[in-house]
């Protein structure tokens, strides 16, 4: 049995308080990033863990406003040219098009690549 943290935002918390896992969203599309914030907890670098999960806040910022990853995280695939631009299942919306700039101009300041 492992304990673990799903929240990305929440994912050093989580990870420098001992859980075992971070089932992660982001860990898809971006998995260096999500991988150096899990490495810094496990070596006992909670401060660098943190560090790296306040430079991701921007995102986290788009989950809250959004409700959630699911669409926030569709957008940002579709951006990267890994999915078509409609990737949700009906009767899921995706962003629209003002949301889904928001999202782009995320991924590029934050430099996230995959």
């Known amino acids: 049995m492992t304990i673990g943290v799903s929240g990305d935002a929440d994912a050093a918390r989580g990870l420098n308080a001992g859980c075992d896992a971070w089932y992660s969203v982001i860990g898809g599309l971006f998995p260096e990033v999500a991988l150096a914030l899990t490495r810094a907890a496990q070596t006992g670098r909670a401060e660098r863990a ?54 782009a101009t995320v991924i590029e300041d934050l430099q996230l690549h995959p």
């Open 50 to 103: 943190e560090q790296e999960s306040q430079r991701l806040q921007p995102l986290w910022d788009l989950f809250a406003q959004h409700g959630g990853s699911l669409r926030v995280v569709a957008a940002a695939a579709a951006r990267l040219g890994l999915t078509a631009p409609r990737n949700l299942p009906l009767p899921l919306r995706g962003l629209d098009a003002k949301e889904r700039a928001q999202v």
